[in-house]
């Protein structure tokens, strides 16, 4: 290769090992369309390979929105010439969303390269954006009005939920630098002609501003601006690390959904909610970045100044004594088949341990939202979901009331309801686990044995003797209206 080409080789490995994005000896794939940015990355790549172990694939995605079939057969060829294995994915233009040709385009090509990379064991994705395109990332996201997270733009390195990495090592080269040394010693590669099309506001960011702009600039200024860029990204990462400590407030559940129970929103600052509210929303829908008017509506809401918000992905609204933010594609828990209680034994029903133990009647603590202790004439004990559990009447309670509605009533979230454990007999419900018990769920008399049921661990939406409050909104905060930075 060229001396040009043989300097972006050893900027493009101090990239590599200075910001540890690729590991030695592990497997790597390239995402690799054809085009001089993703060839010229494939190229650097190769021969560091041999230097670090590396293994890699060379990954192209066709789209089937135009004749790309030259761009596959050019792809392969330059994995061939460098001896790299070579993989092909096609998607289903007919499948594209209502989000528009660009996005899903974009989310259907990584969800390629993300299942195909996890099939075969490999450990990180190598992209081909530059510092042309983080800089069009950042003018994009200045025009929506984003956040810090936001216009920091394009990471160096992200890990995905699944574990995988997506790495960007030339973020620090700008587009010119590789076009110089495509000039020096040219290498084969293909021109996508939706590149050029001005109607995309990205293409014309690309084609009419960014040129201008870096035109306008001295080498020392082209310097500066890069350093400013990394600098972003270090202090959204630094804040993204802050942001994840913090959202441990919150509870993720498999549904999926975040709750936030109602007297914890008094405790968080204005800015630090919208922080942590936008990067909820990122982890419930990848890649969502909530706008100003929206995060200001979830806000309202988990401030009580608001009923409900939705937004065709999202909503927000009070749910028991939590507030709660989830896809509108909402799942359920799953709820556990039937228990039979032996003593001696603990059981698990999704985030309860329980024990049951044979004890003499004199031996009996009081019983208490934690444990029970039962005559032993109320023959076999089962655990069976709320749902199913039908009503139980409670001590002092002249009217049966079903499970669900007790639990309804004791805030516990709306989803979690159905699938609540209940201590029952041959006759019916005896004890909505940490919370009421029915009147035949007796202490015996001191001569009687019997068997106590004691709760070892509690889930994260069951605290014993908890009734939601009417007034979790009583600070000053709580009072005012959200504000944004």
Known sequence: MSTLWSQLELELEDAVLGQQLLKPGERVDVALSGGLDSVALLHLLARLAPKHAWVLRAHHVRHGLRDDEKDALLAREHAERLGIDFVLSTLKPEEKTASGVEAWAREARYAALERE??????????????????????????????????????????????????????????????????????????????????????????????????????????????????????????????????????????????????????????????????????????????????????????????????????????????????????????????????????????????????????????????????????????????????????????????AEALLQRRGVPEAWRPGHPVLCDRHGPLWVLADARDARARRPNADEAGMRIELLSLPWYATPGRVPGQEAHNSPLARGKAVLP
């Not at 959204?236 to 975040?258: D, H, I, S």
């Open 117 to 402: 990379a996890l099939r075969a064991g490999v450990g990180a994705v190598a992209v081909a954006h530059h510092a042309n395109d983080a800089l069009e990332t950042l003018l994009m996201r200045l025009q929506r009005g984003a956040a810090l997270e936001g216009i920091a733009g394009m990471q160096a390195l992200r890990v995905l939920p699944s574990g995988l990495r997506l790495v960007r090592p030339m973020l620090q080269l700008y587009r010119s630098r590789l076009e110089q040394a495509q000039a020096q010693a040219p290498l084969l590669h293909v021109e996508d002609p939706s590149n050029h099309e001005l109607r995309h506001p990205r293409n014309r960011l690309r084609q009419r501003v960014i040129p201008v702009w870096l035109e306008l600039l001295g080498e020392g200024e082209q310097r500066a601006l890069l350093r400013s860029l990394r600098l972003l990204r270090e202090d959204a990462a630094l804040l993204g690390a802050l942001l994840e400590e913090q959202l441990r407030v919150f509870t993720f559940t498999e549904e999926p959904a975040a709750y936030l129970p109602l007297e914890q929103v008094c405790t968080i600052s204005g800015r630090l909610l919208i922080r942590l509210l936008r990067r909820v929303a990122w982890r419930l829908c990848p890649g969502l970045l909530l706008d100003e008017r929206s995060v200001s509506a979830v806000c309202e809401v988990f401030l009580g100044q608001r009923g409900g918000w939705q937004n065709g992905l999202l909503r927000a609204q009070r749910d028991g004594r939590f507030w709660r933010l989830a896809p509108l594609q909402r799942g359920e828990p799953p709820s556990p088949e039937p228990v039979v209680l032996r003593p001696g034994e603990q059981h698990e029903w999704r985030g309860f341990v329980l024990e049951a133990s044979l004890v003499e009647g004199a031996e009996a603590p009081p019983n208490t939202l934690k444990s029970l202790h039962l005559c032993r004439d109320l023959g076999e004990l089962r655990l069976l979901p709320a749902q199913a559990a039908g009503a139980l009447l409670g001590v002092g309670h002249t009217q049966p009331e079903a």
